[in-house]
T-cell receptor, first 114, second 114 residues
């Protein structure tokens, strides 16, 4: 079975500091991996995805993530946090052979302090 | 280009009642997936519809059922509501089975069961 673990339910950074949100996955087959962001009272917006090819993927709003198979990780980073980055972030996985069912982590709340 | 829309935005029901939630997919999309997001949790996959048929189902009881119409819109029905069914219900649409992993989410319907 597939699963996702997001380390740290709450992360707090200062504006301008590095953002690092951790995600580890479990999958017996090659995974497709995703990061979504959810602002209060809104749905989920796709930040970036990894399917095949380059392991460093760039997304919207300056975010990027690196797929590390040996570490079963897909951590999300942004060099400089902005106040507007404060939100809930979800890592998700699906099987490359079964691409319709996304398995989500519990989420990480990012707080950005001025 | 309209994104995924859901109705209603909020809904309050009593235990034992039945509820129907509606979703219109993004233009050009033909696959609809439904997720349940309990407070403080990540979304959980309920089921997916493609070509008017349920193609995949998550670990939800038969009280949860759905339908997809010829115009690709979809309904989620929940019978015999329980307090534990209180959650944000998210609809996601995608294009075709090969790209079912690239899901665009609607804003959700907040269901409260009292």
């Amino acid at each position: 079975a597939q699963s996702v673990t997001q380390l740290g339910s709450h992360v707090s950074v200062s504006e301008g500091a590095l953002v690092l949100l951790r995600c580890n996955y479990s999958s017996s087959v090659p995974p497709y991996l995703f990061w979504y962001v959810q602002y209060p009272n809104q749905g989920l917006q796709l930040l970036l995805k990894y399917t095949t090819g380059a392991t460093l993927v760039k997304g919207i709003n300056g975010f990027e993530a690196e797929f590390k198979k040996s570490e079963t990780s897909f951590h999300l980073t942004k060099p400089s946090a902005h106040m507007s980055d404060a939100a809930e972030y979800f890592c998700a996985v699906t099987r490359s052979s079964n691409t319709g069912k996304l398995i989500f982590g519990q989420g990480t709340t990012l707080q950005v302090k001025p | 280009d309209a994104g995924v829309t859901q109705s209603p935005t909020h809904l309050i029901k009593t235990r034992g009642q039945q509820v129907t939630l509606r979703c219109s997919p993004k233009s050009g999309h033909d696959t609809v997936s439904w997720y349940q997001q309990a407070l403080g949790q990540g979304p959980q996959f309920i089921f997916q519809y493609y070509e008017e048929e349920e193609r995949q189902r998550g670990n939800f009881p038969d009280r949860f059922s759905g339908h997809q119409f010829p115009n690709y819109s979809s309904e989620l029905n929940v019978n015999a509501l329980l307090l534990g069914d209180s959650a944000l219900y998210l609809c996601a649409s995608s294009r075709g089975r090969a790209q079912a992993y690239e899901q665009y989410f609607g804003p959700g319907t907040r269901l409260t069961v009292t």
